[in-house]
């Protein structure tokens, strides 16, 4: 295939307000290869979410457009799953059920009913889940909550999965657990995935490209890095890496020297 | 490998594992034990909690300090209320005689309770007379005609009871039909929300006192038969109670439909779900806590607005009870309106506490109730 899986192509997004409008995004031009895992960083404010609204098709973008498999995106679809940042499960459904109400809608003329358990129960599997099937969101913790999420967003087999700081409200223990089962089930599975994050080291471990946003407003990609570190990555050996840290400083640099002062970069 | 280990034991696995160490027998007491007090917790009755504690054998000196300040300090409130009660009552003099203390509203309840059993009584030996004319009757002649006359002695203070009981849930279940589906209506559409907004709050605050003339006065000219079902006094009770109840289910659906999680909407709008089944999978499930609280506040007002209802409408009841007794003017008469006021507050209770367990068996939060 010449084209990319999926493209954004100048994608530009104004916001209405009162007296006028807020252009959060400017020209923003982004190919991701099928199977790559791209993070989104910046300083907050900078529209990193508007991108991924764009592609998960719940905002339109005012210029621009995205495709995706040589489709237009212009409405949100469970081939884009989004998982969101305070894990969005549905506090009256148990574990087991917030993946089905997905998986039945998502799958209803192509899945039986005992295919759609089977496929519920592995997806709850993918991310150690299934010793909470019954229960409900409240009474797990919140990294399992965001378990539960990365599994509805898996099961409804989407091309891309979208994930808006997926681990941000999570303590740095749980974050790391959930980092690892990240990589093993990308490893596994070879989704395409992007990934919001405010945090570095999340970034430079998990993705394959790290695409760096200057501040808003009119945002727009800074600096892409390519990470080239050998798979699969474990965050104690990586550590004491070279290259490692110098991906860490490159992505640093980036944030702290060049966009953290606005006024020198005007200068 | 390590990682998965650590995993393991931040899911919590490792601490089920070691509940099944202990021998079956206990964990079963255990399980009991739990399901026990779990059930207490749902259905309200905390301070049964340390009782069952204190059986099971669990802290006995810590159990029976929650059950002297559970059970105790409202005791020991309730006595000192009747003590003062009694004392000022008997300062009082009335047109009426004194003012009853609660030795003399003990009596009169054990008299309204004589009363109905009389009234029974008499009931069963009226049917039973005419049982025994109509077989001397038949006896005498095969083709006499038989009727039996229904009995119509006065409503006792206990068929009051259920009479307002029943009016008060249909008046609240006619509100409740009315005021769901509006609410979710306003919930869902801002404008509509808008539109509808100030007539509530202009209607919400109007006594049932100021409904009931225009009610009876509709009433009396739209609900005409000859055999009515119902009797013009019980529709006047109740859509006064249905009019006065229905605003804070209303508010509450509305609210409740309209500040959903939008994060939550916008999983619905990935998976695709059409309107309707956003509606009743996502807005309706998602506002049932906020409905179930309005639900509740509508009760509490449905019984307040009838007691005052009946007294006008004279529909027979509670309200019609203490109003009769007031015009009747007896010795004993302040005493059975006492009696009268202390049923209406324990039914009132009642009502609450079956709202309350349902509001906590449907919400999905059970912190979020007290």
Sequence with gaps: MTHSYLDLTQVSME????????????????????????????????????????????????????ILEGKE???????????????????????????????????????????????????????????????????????????VGIARGLAMQPKVLLMDEPFGALDALTRAHLQDSLMEIHSELNNTIIMITHDVDEAVLLSDRIVMMTNGPAATIGEVLKIDLERPRGRVELAD?????????????????????PEEKVA | MLNKNIFISLLGIDASRREGEVTEKK???????????????????????????LVA??????????????????????????????????????????????????????GLVDEHHEERAKEKAFYERQEVRNTKK??????????IRPYTGKATFFDQILTSMGTVLTGFLLGTLIAIP???????????????????????????????????????????????????????????????SLWPTLINTAVGVSSIDK???????????????????????????????????????????????????????????VWDEFQNGSSNSLGRIMVAVVVIGIVGYVLDWIMLTLQKLVSYDKAAVN
């Excluded at chain 1, 923003?28 to 979410?49: A, D, R, T």
């Excluded at chain 1, 899945?111 to 099937?133: C, G, P, R, Y």
């Excluded at chain 2, 038949?138 to 009727?147: G, M, R, T, W």
């Design chain 1, 15 to 66: 916001f209405p307000i009162s007296g006028g409008s807020f252009k959060a995004l400017d020209n923003v031009n982004l190919q991701i290869k099928k199977g790559e895992f791209v993070s989104l960083i910046g300083h907050s404010g900078c529209g990193k979410s508007t991108v991924l609204n764009v592609v998960g098709g719940l905002y339109q973008a005012t210029t621009g457009g995205v």
């Design chain 1, 73 to 147: 995106v212009n409405e949100p679809g469970p081939d884009r799953a989004i998982v969101f940042q305070n894990h969005s499960l549905f506090p009256w459904l148990t574990v087991y059920e917030n993946v089905a109400l997905a998986v039945r809608q998502v799958f209803k003329n192509t899945k039986n009913k005992h295919e759609m358990d089977e496929w519920i129960k592995h997806n709850l599997e993918l991310v150690h889940m299934s010793h909470a099937l019954y229960k409900r969101p409240a009474e797990i913790s919140g990294g399992m909550k965001q378990r």
């Design chain 1, 241 to 261: 890496s070279e290259q490692y840290n110098h991906y860490r400083s490159g992505v640093l640099q980036f944030l702290y020297k060049r966009q953290h002062v």
């Design chain 2, 27 to 53: 964990y079963d007491f255990e399980l009991l034990k739990n399901k026990v007090i779990g059930f207490l917790e749902l259905i309200g009755f905390t301070w049964f909690v340390p009782m069952v504690r």
């Design chain 2, 57 to 110: 054998g669990e802290e006995p000196k810590k159990q029976l300090s929650e059950i002297i300040s559970r059970i105790g300090l409202p005791l020991s409130a309730i006595l000192l209320f009747m003590f003062i009660w009694a004392g000022v009552a008997s300062n009082i003099k009335t047109s009426l005689g004194q003012l009853p203390g609660p030795v003399q509203v003990w009596e009169q309840s054990v």
């Design chain 2, 138 to 147: 038949l006896e005498e002649n095969p083709d006499a005609e038989i009727k």
């Design chain 2, 182 to 244: 509006l609410g979710i209506a306003c919930g869902l559409s801002n404008k509509l929300y808008t539109a509808v907004g100030p007539l509530i709050q202009i209607f919400k605050p109007v006594s049932p006192l100021a409904w009931l003339p225009i009610i009876t006065m509709v009433v009396s000219a739209v609900y005409i038969s000859d055999d009515p079902m119902f009797a013009k006094s019980f529709v006047n009770s109740a859509l006064t109670v249905m009019l006065c």
């Design chain 2, 263 to 321: 994060d939550l909407l916008n999983v619905g709008r990935v998976i695709k779900l059409n309107w309707w089944t956003t509606v009743y999978k996502i807005a309706i499930p998602s506002a049932l806590p906020m409905i179930f609280t309005g639900l509740r506040i509508s009760v509490g007002i449905g019984w307040m607005v009838l007691i005052a209802a009946e007294m006008l409408a004279q529909n027979p009841g509670l309200g019609k009870f």
